[in-house]
Nanobody, 120 residues
Framework: QVQLVESGGGLVQPGGSLRLSCAPS????????MGWYRQAPGKQRELVAR???????NYADSVLGRFTISRDSAKNTVYLQMNSLKPEDTAVYYC??????????????WGQGTQVTVSS
C-alpha cells in the first residue's frame, strides 16, 4: 500500500537552511494536493505549506517569505525549502497527501514525520 517517505530533516543553526522531501512509495492515481504540517512539543499540529495539483500554494504566516513549497510531478515529490530558520521552527514535520482513486474514492496519507531542530 501507499506510504509517504520523508527525508531531509536534521539539526541546523539559526539562520541556516534545510530542504525536506516527500514522495509516495506506491502508485497513486491522482494527487489532489500535498503539504507539510509540523508539531512542536506541547503544541498543536499546524499547517506549514501546501500545494495543489494546479500549483496553488498556501503558507502559514509564520513561514511566509522564508519557506517555499514546490513539486516534481514526474516523481510525485513535494519539497519544502526552509531558509532563515529560527528556533521556533523546531518541530516534527509531517508530509500530507490527498488523493483520488480510480473510482473517485478519496484518501489521505501522512508521513511518519521528520525532526527539524534549529539550535546553536
Amino acid at each position: 500500500q501507499v506510504q509517504l517517505v520523508e527525508s531531509g530533516g536534521g539539526l541546523v543553526q539559526p539562520g541556516g537552511s534545510l530542504r525536506l522531501s516527500c514522495a509516495p512509495s506506491g502508485s497513486v492515481f491522482s494527487i489532489n494536493a500535498m503539504g507539510w504540517y509540523r508539531q512542536a512539543p506541547g503544541k498543536q499540529r499546524e499547517l506549514v505549506a501546501r500545494i495543489t495539483s494546479a500549483g496553488s500554494t498556501n503558507y502559514a504566516d509564520s513561514v511566509l517569505g522564508r519557506f517555499t513549497i514546490s513539486r516534481d510531478s514526474a516523481k510525485n515529490t513535494v519539497y519544502l525549502q526552509m531558509n532563515s530558520l529560527k528556533p521556533e521552527d523546531t518541530a516534527v514535520y509531517y508530509c500530507h497527501m490527498n488523493t483520488y482513486g480510480f473510482v473517485g474514492d478519496q484518501y489521505d496519507y501522512w508521513g511518519q514525520g521528520t525532526q527539524v531542530t534549529v539550535s546553536s
